[in-house]
């Protein structure tokens, strides 16, 4: 007989004892517990066993795996609990947002102009308003190398993909080629034209580069002319840009209001677009290859499409003052404005006001804006001699973050993402603390734009029906557009 057979007939025979009334049974069984608990620990029963090294570091073995259970009927405050920590997170994220990381001071004169280095992610070039180019280490914020490179202003300048070569060009007439590491504070070749120059750009790989002025002139490393000269009814040349996809395109913006395409590979400009107003500098969005941003006078900055710029994709408002420079950031996710009205804004590209505004009290006009190659620091050169490094994410923690930490943060920016339109949370992350006189100037100007409206319903009121139309407010700002 089996141990499960000879357990069956005992407590079959224990049962009838049982519904006999039988009294030695009570007797019994207390004789014979030992015996039954010995029967019945002779079955094989079938545990979940669970070993706690598999749900602890190895390292401290200090944290333990949190069984939960997931049904959303046994925990009915889990949204009042959320949007608790939502609260405190975007408390915690203004008490913590210090976005100024260090300025470069060195230039004696205003920083008129700014460029990274390609594939040099702490290096950036500057220059100045008395003709002085400096190299900066940023991670050091030192000077690694300067030169009076110019007699005047230096209005432009970039860095060639290959040899550690930089270019600059100013109002001096001439372009110089330095390469620090073998001329030293010699240029290895200068350039000499026949206007001024107001703005110079690279090709990403070839060995060409184009400046701009009163035409704009492709140059070729190895030849004292240009190779190729464009011209379209344009007073002066601000800004040229070689578009970083297509790189044979180049875009530049003129003072007679006007933003001009050109293609180097034919002799004729693609298209021309008038604005209301002047444009003082472009950008080309690195991952989307036809798009491209326009920093206005009229304080707003407009992105387009080159293949139809008959109306904007986007605008871009919130300065109070001429936006005098803007930059992309390697992701082409977000951009970095400089204006006139001292302050730094940062955009997404695709929604219309700015995310944050950064600014000093002692920072004056900015003309020069970069975003770092990681996509982490933002860089402005302002009239006050400075080259100012910002953090693009204001409360983002400097260093190194082990694994808990990252989590926690990831957590709280998804807590803060999924309430964020809730009042009070919105008016937190939000908030911002600008200066009196930026804060007068919107009050002034939204004050003036809600009038101009309000005449042009009165007008369209008492004025025939359809003489007075609509304007799309991505059409106001255009002139009209030519191929």
């Not at 004696?108 to 040099?120: E, I, R």
């Not at 030849?223 to 970083?244: C, E, G, H, Y």
């Not at 400089?338 to 302050?343: E, I, K, P, V």
């Not at 994410?393 to 709280?412: H, V, W």
Request: with cysteine.
């Amino acid at each position: 007989m089996t141990d499960s057979e000879t357990s069956v007939y005992v407590l079959t025979w224990l049962i009838k004892w049982y519904e006999r009334g039988n009294v030695a049974f009570v007797t019994f069984w207390r004789a014979s517990n030992r015996i039954l608990l010995l029967l019945c620990s002779l079955q094989k029963v079938k545990v979940l066993t669970r070993t706690a090294s598999d749900y602890t570091r190895e390292t401290t073995h200090d944290i333990h795996k949190i069984k939960r259970n997931l049904d959303p009927s046994l925990h009915p405050f889990e949204k009042a609990r959320e949007y608790t920590r939502a609260l405190n997170a975007a408390k915690l994220e203004r008490m913590f947002a210090k976005p100024f990381v260090g300025a470069l001071s060195g230039h004696t004169d205003g920083v008129y102009c700014m460029a990274k280095h390609p594939k040099k992610l702490t290096t950036i070039i500057s220059g100045s308003g008395d003709g002085e180019l400096r190299i900066w280490d940023l991670s050091e914020r030192t000077t690694v190398w300067k030169v009076a490179g110019h007699k005047s202003i230096v209005k432009g300048v970039c860095c060639g993909p290959r040899n550690d070569l930089y270019f600059s060009c100013g109002t001096d007439k001439t372009v110089k080629i330095w390469n620090p590491e073998q001329s030293g504070e010699e240029p290895v070749n200068t350039f000499i034209g026949k206007f001024s120059f107001s703005a110079i750009d690279h090709h990403r790989s070839d060995s060409i580069f184009a400046t701009s002025g009163s035409q704009v002139d492709v140059w070729d490393h190895n030849r004292s002319d240009p190779i190729k000269t464009f011209t379209w009814d344009a007073d002066t040349i601000n800004t040229v840009r070689f578009n970083q996809t297509e790189t044979n395109i180049l875009g530049g913006c003129g003072t007679d209001r006007t933003i001009i395409l050109y293609d180097i590979r034919v002799g004729s400009p693609l298209a021309k677009l008038v604005m209301q107003m002047r444009t003082n500098s472009i950008a080309w969005n690195p991952m989307e290859a036809f798009n491209f941003t326009a920093a206005n006078e009229d304080h707003n900055c407009y992105t387009f499409d080159m293949r139809k710029m008959e109306c904007a994709l986007n605008v871009l408002k919130d300065h109070v003052s001429a936006v005098l420079d803007l930059d992309y950031s390697p992701t082409g996710e977000e951009i970095v404005t400089g204006a006139y009205d001292r302050t730094l804004r940062i955009f997404n590209a695709r929604k219309g006001h700015s995310r944050d505004v950064y600014h000093t009290k002692r920072m004056q006009r900015i003309f020069c804006v970069k975003y770092s190659m990681d996509s982490k620091y933002a860089l402005s050169g302002s009239d006050d001699g400075n080259v100012r490094l910002w953090k693009a994410n204001a409360s983002e923690k400097i260093g190194p973050t082990d694994y808990r930490e990252r989590a926690s943060l990831e957590y709280a920016d998804r807590l803060k993402e999924r309430y964020k339109n809730l009042p009070e949370v919105k008016r937190i992350l939000r908030h911002r603390n600008i200066p009196k006189a930026i804060k007068n100037a919107q009050r002034t100007k939204r004050i003036m734009l809600q009038s101009q409206k309000q005449k042009e319903e009165n007008l369209r009121r008492h004025s025939k029906k359809g003489s007075v139309p609509h304007q799309v407010e991505r059409k106001k700002s255009i002139v009209g557009a030519t191929k």
